[in-house]
């Protein structure tokens, strides 16, 4: 039988393979290859140190403004919406000494419960779909009330209204998943983004019930000019700052 002996290629990178697994480094030796100012940019992953110098997604060692080359990134790396193996798709250059190495994520999930390890989805995504309920209400509220207010007619008083139940309805289920991405994702730490959002998001949720109660009472309450106007507005700052600092924290501002 004729067995095809392995090419020239094949062969060095099986060579080059073994090389790299036998390379150690510490983390201090990783720091240094932050492809900043034309250095490589390598990033560890599961105990393997990867060279991501040639990613276009890693333009001066940082990724998504987020994940910074020259570190190991086991624990932030499996939080990201792509799978572990997107890293693979590039050369190995070492593997990080033991001493060193981060803990894997996998290794703190095991914490977790059983339904959010088996559906990473369950862990990852809620909150981000969830949030954008609260946020199109609020800013369909407003929309429907310039326009109540510009042209009149009961079909757009009635979106006013018909904005602010929904948002009164489906703000508690935002709030559910963000304590629960809190919970999980951050570990309940108290940053000041965090903060923000938990003092927020129950005050928008406050205006939605306010102004469908309010409604429920007074149904020609925006007709005849009371303050329910003035209320329904007052929810876009609101709106819009917990928007922005939910932004900030799925792609951070920072250089």
């Known amino acids: 039988m004729y067995t095809q002996m392995p090419t020239n290629d094949a062969a060095a990178r099986r060579k080059e393979t073994r090389m790299a697994e036998t390379k150690t480094f510490t983390l201090e030796e990783l720091a240094r290859f932050d492809g900043k100012e034309g250095r490589p940019a390598y990033v560890a992953q599961g105990g393997k140190v990867y060279d991501i110098t040639a ?14 080359a020259g570190a190991d990134l086991s624990a932030e790396l499996p939080h990201a919406p792509h799978g572990n193996d997107r890293l693979e798709r590039y050369p190995l250059v070492g593997v990080v000494a033991p001493e060193c190495a981060v803990p894997h994520a996998q290794d703190r999930d095991a914490e977790l419960p059983w339904l959010l390890r ?51 309805v489906f703000t508690p289920v935002a709030l559910a998943t963000g304590l629960a991405t809190w919970k999980y994702n951050y570990g309940c730490t108290l940053v000041r983004p965090v903060r923000i959002k938990l003092y927020l998001s ?10 469908a109660v309010w409604f429920g009472f007074d149904p020609a309450a925006l007709s005849t000019g009371s303050g329910l106007a003035l209320l329904t507005f007052s929810m876009l700052p609101v709106m819009g700052v917990l928007g922005f600092i939910g932004a900030t924290l799925t792609f951070p501002l920072h250089d």
């Open 202 to 211: 129950p005050v928008l949720w406050v205006q939605f019930v306010a102004c």
């Open 118 to 168: 088996k559906s990473p989805f369950l862990r990852r995504h809620p909150h981000p779909m969830t949030v954008h309920f609260p946020i199109g209400f609020a800013t369909g509220a407003v929309f429907f009330l310039v326009l109540f207010k510009l042209f009149g007619g009961a079909f757009l008083e009635s979106g006013v209204h018909a904005m602010n139940l929904a948002g009164a």
């Open 55 to 68: 990613s276009k997604l890693w333009k001066a060692g940082r990724h998504m403004n987020r994940h910074d």
